[in-house]
């Protein structure tokens, strides 16, 4: 009787280790990290981004790698608004944007002193 003769010829059992299936997607769609340690050590498939959530603080890193896979990484942190009134939308707070112009005035002026600066260097 020929050893192994209950397998077809050619057939080798294979061992297959049991490996985390860390880039797997959950159900869920959220990868929940540990921290900025969790998010560097997290690795990430070449040309694709991922979202991290960190399940210690309200912060979500968003880890890229490029098509060599060499990664980079974006910090967000979040922040829980809260609804004034139920009947209201939520609204982005209003911040006061102060901007400048210079004026004719004072362009003129800047370029009679950089006339100034030009003829002293070509003195010189």
Do not use: C, H
Request: no cysteine; hydrophobic share 35%; proline share 8%.
């Amino acid at each position: 009787m020929a050893l192994n003769s209950m397998f077809p010829m050619g057939y080798q059992p294979t061992y297959y280790p049991n490996y985390p299936a860390q880039n797997a997607q959950p159900s869920n769609g959220i990868i929940w990290v540990q921290g900025l340690a969790g998010a560097k050590s997290y690795l990430v498939s070449p040309n694709t981004t991922v979202q991290l959530w960190d399940s210690e603080s309200q912060t979500i890193y968003l880890k890229s790698a490029d098509a060599s896979g060499m990664p980079t990484m974006k910090i967000l942190d979040y922040t829980i608004r809260e609804q004034e009134s139920p009947n209201l939308p939520l609204q982005a707070p209003q911040t006061e944007q102060t901007i400048e112009y210079a004026t004719k005035d004072d362009l003129t002026a800047l370029k009679g002193e950089i006339i100034e600066m030009v003829r002293e260097e070509l003195k010189a």
